[in-house]
């Protein structure tokens, strides 16, 4: 059965599309059949992530019935699918209202299909979030951040959404909300911890995930972390020596 899930953020700057892309090569990874859309209508970068900057064909498109969603689809030679989003300015009033409808159509042989959601609680990110039966909440250990993540948990949990879980990005250092405390504010279980560090930048610069740039970071590992979570493979999150070591020497 297809899980679908709808990646979101209360908030910009969290690393959402960061951890979409991750996550979709680390499933591809583990075996999995997995298809991505960009459905951040106003906001598209997914394709960025992986050398697509002007689609000949993109969601936005679709969504406009342009062109039959299977034309959008473009696949990476790792399997992993991408449905990205336009960078033309002209389609920013397109909304994914029939998103559902057209996902289990084309893509109903996957095993996940992975939504970049908009950000923030508008009609677009709505549309985007009715289309999926999971939310995965990607949010900053800090207060801001996880006061969005809480409004956004709670309008959709009236709507009747289940939760996949927390996804905590960007994690820093000492000063930050501890996980602990994070999973009890919005009582949801935290599935990923993932750190700052400079080479998802780099990995974003040379188009290619960073758990496939740098495959022994700690940082990768981190993100493989989550697509294990959501696969219900045992998860630890503590950070060995060795780890810590090699991470070091390879910066």
Known sequence: MTRVIAIVSGKGGVGKTTVVSNLGASLINEGQKVTMVDADITGANLG?????????VSIHNVLKGEAPLSDAIYTHPTGLEVIPGSL????????????????????????????????????????????ADEILIVTHPELPALADALRT??????????????????????????AENVSIFLDLPIVGMIRE???IRK????????????????????????????????????????????DFLSR
Do not use: C
């Open 197 to 199: 560090d400079h080479r």
């Open 153 to 178: 948990k709670v309008v959709f949990q009236k709507r009747g959404k289940k939760f996949a879980g927390v996804v905590l990005n960007r994690v820093q250092g000492e000063d930050e909300v501890k």
């Open 48 to 56: 960025l992530h992986f050398g697509l900057t002007a689609p000949q």
């Open 88 to 131: 033309n300015a002209q389609y920013a009033d397109v909304v994914p209202r029939n998103l559902r409808e057209m996902l289990e159509h084309t893509l109903y042989e996957r095993d996940f299909i992975l939504i970049d959601s908009p950000t923030g609680l508008g009609e677009d990110t709505f549309a985007a979030v009715d289309s």
């Open 203 to 246: 990995s974003v610069e040379t188009k290619r995930p960073v758990v496939w740039r740098y495959p022994h970071s700690i940082v990768s590992k981190q993100m493989k972390q989550v697509s294990s979570g959501l696969l219900s493979k045992d998860v630890d999150f503590e950070i060995s020596m060795k780890d810590r070591i090699r």
